[in-house]
């Protein structure tokens, strides 16, 4: 493999284990606007676009108080997560000290992924920030611009670091190296196995290792 100038990270189960706290967050948000009880499999069977279109699929009459009332939630519970996976800042600066070019591709909506990055005090870290879509999912899409932005750095330069199948799948069909994250509880690492990523980690700490040691 070339020598990695620009790491392109996901957020959920990436950087942080915030996936409990999404689900608790569309709970209490959904709930009181249906009547009724929602479980994790249906919440997470909407996952792909942005929280907004998990609050058109699941409260379509309820729409704007129910992504105002999911963003609320979002922030009062963030204290669930009130820190990002141990190890991953530590990443994040010696990429940043080595001169890598650090971006962001999430499915998550630009109000979400921005109240995450700064209760993590992460923001700083990352040049570029591409977020999800109501409509459907955009990882791939995501990827592209950053990889259009970065004139100077090949494809084959940049690497791709997602915790979901979905991101192994965007991560290809756009032709970058990805790593598999396997490090959150939340992770499956077997589905991940099944798509064949390019690398495949269990811990940040090793992770780490063996970026640095491509940089």
């Not at 009724?36 to 609050?55: L, N, V």
């Not at 330069?157 to 990805?178: H, M, N, Q, T, W």
């Not at 700490?205 to 491509?214: L, Q």
Request: proline share 5%.
């Amino acid at each position: 493999m070339q020598k990695i100038k620009a790491v392109i990270f996901d957020l959920d189960g990436t950087l942080g284990n915030t996936l409990p706290l999404c689900i608790q967050a569309f709970r209490q948000s959904v709930e009181p606007l249906i009547n009724r009880s929602i479980s994790d499999a249906e919440i997470i069977a909407t996952f792909g676009p942005s929280e907004e279109g998990t609050i058109m699929a699941l409260a379509p009459n309820h729409y704007d108080k129910g992504v105002s009332d999911y963003l609320h939630f979002y922030e009062n519970l963030h204290e669930m997560c009130p820190v990002p996976f141990d190890g991953i800042k530590e990443v994040l600066e010696a990429l940043k000290s080595k001169g890598v070019h650090i971006s962001m591709v999430t499915g998550k909506g630009k109000h979400s992924t921005k109240i995450s990055l700064k209760y993590f005090n992460l923001t700083h870290f990352f040049e570029i920030i591409e977020t999800g879509s109501p409509s459907g999912a955009r990882k791939a899409e995501g990827i592209q611009i950053i990889l259009n932005l970065l004139k100077d750095i090949k494809s084959n330069e940049v690497i791709y670091v997602g915790d979901a199948p979905s991101d192994i799948l965007a991560s290809k069909k756009v032709r970058v190296p990805i790593v598999a994250a396997a490090w959150a509880n939340t992770a499956e690492p077997e589905k991940l196995k099944e798509l064949e990523p390019d690398q495949l980690f269990y811990t940040i700490e090793d992770f780490k290792n063996w970026v640095v040691d491509k940089i």
